[in-house]
């Protein structure tokens, strides 16, 4: 999920999106977000954005939008869900998924090391 987006933050679709059977935007299309207004049906719809297919305005969820450009100076972000290296500024989803990445490799490597060695019983150490 995206974390706080405000208005004027521009992302990009992490896949098709559908509204009654049509596809309204697509993967890797650029939205800007125009307002936050949660759907009071649905709050997690709150990101307000153009969508040139209905010739409206729509809500989405921040779970389909990547963040790519930086929320303070408004650069372009080098790789999306990067950190901007023209004011330093740190995303905090790339931050916890190299934290989710790192603790991931460990294990793999804890399991290898286990299995390397014989294994026997209980990876997580009960026998």
């Given amino acids: ?51 040139p297919a209905l010739n409206a305005l729509v809500r989405l969820p921040g779970t389909v ?19 901007c290296v023209n004011c330093g500024w740190e995303d905090p989803e790339s931050e916890q998924a190299k934290s989710q990445q790192s603790v991931a490799d460990f294990r793999k490597k804890m399991w290898n090391r286990h299995n390397r060695y014989g294994g026997g019983g209980d990876f997580y150490g009960g026998y």
């Fill in 65 to 83: 939008l990547i963040r790519i450009a930086c929320p303070n100076c408004r650069t372009r972000l080098t790789a999306i869900g990067g950190d």
């Fill in 1 to 51: 999920m995206a974390f706080e987006l405000l208005p004027g933050d521009e992302c990009v679709m992490k896949g098709d999106f559908r509204h009654e059977g049509a596809i309204i935007f697509q993967r890797d299309q650029i939205v800007q977000i125009r307002d936050i207004s949660p759907d009071p049906q649905r709050p997690g719809f709150k990101y307000v954005v153009y969508s």
